[in-house]
């Protein structure tokens, strides 16, 4: 069965000290591994996809990156704007474009 | 990227009435689904929608309780049907521009509560 799990389930930050976020996945062949943000009473907004071992992508002070086996969303210098929930997401290969997600990290990032 | 929007934003029910929720995009999309986020919880899939064609159901949900729409490539419509206050939940339409392109778009979502 395909499965996503995320940890920690909350993470405390001080402005300033960077920190990692893991997702680690089951899945019968991986088509792409996504990482979206969600802010409290919004949808999730889409930050990366990430399609094969050993690729990274970067968007400001994140950095997505990728194994076999897990994901890591590293967070450089944070800022309290950073704060929200991070999701995870799988679609395996082989069939319509189907989310599984992950249960989330809540990031606070204290001034 | 796509824009969404989803009306209503929020609404609070009685017992065994029903809701319709509508999404909206701002492009033609290929395909569209419909995600729950029951209180704390991650988003499930209900549903996969695509146009001309029945909407595909996840393990767990059912064409009754959960009837969704596709009239065109930009709108479709959830209805939660027979509400009980276990359906309060938050409910998030997403679309991608798939089959090339897989990355998935959502909207606002619409906060339901059951009383």
């Known amino acids: 069965e395909d499965q996503v799990t995320q940890s920690p389930e909350a993470l405390r930050l001080q402005e300033g000290e960077s920190s990692s976020l893991n997702c680690s996945y089951t899945?019968?062949?991986?088509?792409?591994l996504f990482w979206y943000r969600q802010d409290p009473g919004k949808g999730p907004e889409f930050l990366f996809t990430?399609?094969?071992a050993g690729e990274e992508k970067e968007k400001e002070r994140l950095k997505a990156t990728l194994t076999k086996k897990e994901s890591f969303l590293h967070i450089t210098a944070p800022k309290p704007e950073d704060s929200a929930t991070y999701l995870c997401?799988?679609?395996?290969?082989?069939?319509?474009?189907?989310?599984?997600f992950g249960a989330g990290t809540r990031l606070a990032v204290h001034p | 990227s796509a824009v969404i929007s989803q009306k209503p934003s929020r609404d609070i029910c009685q017992r065994g009435t029903s809701l319709t929720i509508q999404c909206q995009v701002d492009?033609?999309?290929?395909?569209m689904f419909w995600y729950r986020q029951q209180p704390g919880q991650s988003l499930t899939l209900i549903a996969t929608a695509n146009q001309g064609s029945e909407a595909t159901y996840e393990s767990g949900f059912v064409i009754d309780k959960f009837p969704i729409s596709r009239p065109n490539l930009t709108f479709s419509t959830l209805t939660v049907s027979n509400m009980s206050p276990e359906d309060s939940s938050i409910y998030l339409c997403?679309?991608?521009?798939?089959?090339?392109?897989?990355?998935?778009?959502f909207g606002p979502g619409t906060r339901l509560t059951v009383l």
């Open positions: 899945v019968s062949g991986l088509r792409g």
């Open positions: 997401a799988v679609q395996a290969s082989g069939g319509y474009n189907k989310l599984i």
């Open positions: 990430l399609y094969s």
């Open positions: 492009s033609q999309v290929t395909m």
């Open positions: 997403s679309a991608d521009r798939g089959p090339s392109t897989d990355t998935q778009y």
